[in-house]
């Protein structure tokens, strides 16, 4: 038996940012992580000096996540990715240059001149508009109703599947979505060290306020009581708590929660679609072609991005460059050898001879890139708290609300500790 305050299931973004709220408020809690390390898709692989994130990663400098990290005392070291890069575009393979400032508009080649007034309006509406009075249309509705030149809205698209990792236009709610393009204009931070350097540094500012982390602790159940929670897990260890955060998957949730096939997380795991893309990462001795180091595919669901422009992420001069192709959330086959194929093709377009250059590479055929987001068929926002059982609470990138893939993390993380620290406080100010 065990005696903590608040329990937390998963020690990744979500899990790490819920536990330094509550413990620097005086709450004694514990983390328990399935695996052997924490930080779930914010790890980093350390393969002989080459430091690779899981897939291409950004710190969005006006999201959530940062202002979080930043309001944590977290500071981090890196440079904007999206500072003086030229963006090129994949279209019927050849590449072109995608205009990112006035001259680059006038010289496009890939635009009209009736196209480039119809951009430079919609980069204008982007960047100075009032998203927020935009209606709850789909993306690609609002799209079609803002933007009449094709080529624009095919490059419009690029952004919005670089900014959400998400390619499905008739699903993906128009407001976020924009929010999140508008927040990528704003800049976009390359973390030295990997997205590793995020996971310790919270784990450190935890440690410090007293949190306890307990590896490879698989939970199998939870029993909900009117005043705790039972926590099981594989090895037979028992924890009973007043307050739960699960930031596990919400179908995973679902199962391990005892009951609670009748509460509001049924509806959320029912809602829930997830999104997976493959990721291609390489380590290069130098890179063919200096000239492109970013590209997106314009007629192809997939995008390059040099991350040692902006991050130093290996001793010894090792260039990581990495190159994603996102999936359909509304179609689940994924083809691995086609995927890989399709990256190798979009590398040997934009540097040939890379293969001769390469010193170290991971491929990750089918990684989870967010388990729900905001769309069209979502009845309702996910948690934090679950209504039906006082004390435990959900969080994780699917439980965003605005949000999408670090900041819906980072955000639905502190959203979860907030919660219970105001419930208790009711609770004292009532029993008093």
């Not at 980069?123 to 508009?129: I, N, P, R, Y």
């Not at 919400?250 to 809602?271: F, N, V």
């Not at 059982?389 to 439980?399: L, Q, S, V």
Request: charged residues 20%; proline residues 4%; aromatic residues 6%.
């Amino acid at each position: 038996m065990n005696n903590f305050d608040v329990a937390i299931i998963g020690g990744g973004l979500a899990g790490l940012t819920a536990a330094n709220f509550l413990a620097r408020d005086g709450k004694k809690v514990v983390v328990l992580e399935k695996s052997n390390r924490l930080g779930g898709r914010a790890m980093t692989n350390n393969k002989n000096g080459v430091l690779m994130n899981l897939g291409a990663h950004g710190l969005y400098l006006e999201g959530k996540a940062m202002k979080i990290l930043t309001e944590l005392g977290i500071s981090l070291s890196g440079k904007d990715a999206a500072k003086s890069v030229q963006i090129q575009g994949i279209w019927k393979n050849a590449v072109y240059t995608i205009p990112t400032d006035f001259s680059s508009i006038l010289s496009s080649s890939l635009l009209s001149w009736k196209a480039k007034i119809v951009f430079s309006k919609l980069m204008l509406k982007l960047m100075k508009g009032n998203i927020d009075s935009i209606p709850d249309v789909s993306l690609s509705d609002w799209a079609e109703a803002e933007i009449s030149d094709p080529m624009v809205r095919h490059i419009f698209y690029s952004l919005c599947r670089l900014t959400t990792y998400i390619s499905a236009p008739t699903l993906q709610s128009a407001k976020p979505v924009l929010k999140q393009v508008k927040r990528g204009l704003n800049g976009v931070l390359y973390v030295d060290g990997g997205w590793e350097t995020i996971i310790q540094k919270l784990k450190k500012q935890a440690l410090g306020a007293g949190v306890e982390f307990n590896y490879s602790k698989n939970v199998i159940e939870i029993e909900h009581h009117e005043q705790s929670q039972s926590i099981r897990c594989s090895d037979g260890e028992l924890y009973n708590v007043p307050d739960c955060i699960i930031t596990a998957p919400p179908k995973e949730a679902l199962k391990m929660i005892k009951g609670s096939d009748y509460t509001s997380l049924r509806t959320w795991a029912e809602q829930a679609i997830p999104v997976t893309a493959s990721c291609l990462d390489l380590g290069l001795k130098k890179l063919p072609n200096p000239h492109n180091q970013f590209a997106l595919g314009l007629d192809q669901s997939l995008f390059f991005t040099n991350q040692s422009r902006a991050a130093k992420l290996s001793e010894d001069g090792t260039i990581v460059v990495s190159l994603v192709k996102y999936h359909n959330p509304l179609d689940q086959s994924v083809h691995p050898h086609a995927d890989k194929e399709q990256l190798e093709a979009a590398m040997d377009l934009l540097h040939p001879d890379w293969r001769k250059e390469v010193v170290e590479q991971q491929f990750l055929p089918k990684i989870s890139v967010v388990h729900d987001f905001p769309h069209m068929k979502r009845s309702e926002n996910p948690g934090p708290a679950i209504p039906q059982m006082k004390g435990i609470y959900i969080a994780g990138d699917w439980g965003g609300h605005e949000e999408v893939l670090a900041d819906a993390a980072v955000a639905s993380g502190k959203r979860a500790a907030l919660q219970i620290l105001k419930t208790n406080e009711l609770f004292l100010v009532k029993e008093g």
